[in-house]
């Protein structure tokens, strides 16, 4: 396999549930982001990984739980959401060592909070 | 302040004719890159093209091109003899050589130009 493989790709879940997304990469990189993109509106970064160690946590609520365990992995735990958090969800990886190297992208979990 | 502005929504082209998709950025980082990524209906971010700040010539791949413009802090994507299978959304991005927080340089994105292109 190669590139970034999210799972599921659809999700449908009510607003008591638990699940977790999860997003794996084989190409080696060293650092994994969560994005968040909700209908017109910017790509919000959620949180970014690097070396495994979470470095950046953008304001996002608690429901939302971030997971590195390994290079390769990376997880979005979710509970108790709300009907506002329904969105495309997206991670990337990237090799940060320079600007000039490009984020991989998932092809996203559509996520549906009912 | 928005770092990275796309100041059109949506935007036609006929196919087989060339449009310019404008974006236009804020930064005190000297060292910088611009990327532009393109998302069709499936959801998937597929990365298109890259210059860095320094690059003195502008940079090209394949049907596309950017037009950067330093001194205007934009950086604009051509894209050349249109085809249906262009029809996605554009997003411009920018990554700062700067690190503000952690030890991760992020990428953040503008909102985004809806390309349709016209049979």
């Known amino acids: 396999e190669t590139g970034v493989t999210q799972t599921p790709r659809h999700l449908v879940m009510g607003m008591t549930n638990k699940k977790s997304l999860k997003c794996e990469q084989h190409l080696g990189h060293n650092a994994m982001y969560w994005y968040k993109q909700s209908a017109k509106k910017p790509l919000e970064l959620m949180f970014v990984?690097?070396?495994?160690?979470?470095?950046e946590n953008n304001s996002v609520p608690s429901r939302f739980s971030p997971e590195c365990p390994n290079s390769s992995h990376l997880f979005l735990h979710l509970h108790t959401l709300q009907p506002e958090d329904s969105a495309l969800y997206l991670c990337?990886?990237?090799?940060?060592?320079?600007?000039?190297?490009?984020?991989?992208f998932g092809q996203g979990t559509r996520l549906t909070v009912v | 302040a928005q770092k990275i502005t796309q100041t059109q929504p949506g935007m036609f082209v006929q196919e087989k004719e060339a449009v310019t998709l404008d974006c236009t950025y804020d930064t005190s980082d000297p060292s910088y890159g611009l990327f532009w990524y393109k998302q069709p209906s499936s959801g998937e971010m597929i990365f298109l093209i890259y210059q860095g700040s320094y690059d003195q010539q502008n940079a090209t791949e394949g049907r596309y091109s950017l037009n950067f413009q330093k001194a205007r802090k934009s950086a604009n994507l051509v894209i050349s003899a249109s085809q249906l299978g262009d029809s996605a959304m554009y997003f411009c991005?920018?990554?700062?050589?700067?690190?503000?927080?952690?030890?991760?340089?992020?990428?953040?994105f503008g909102s985004g130009t809806q390309l349709t292109v016209l049979p």
């Open positions: 990337a990886s990237s090799q940060d060592r320079s600007v000039n190297t490009e984020a991989f």
């Open positions: 991005a920018m990554r700062e050589d700067r690190i503000s927080s952690g030890s991760a340089r992020q990428l953040t």
């Open positions: 990984y690097s070396l495994e160690e979470r470095v």
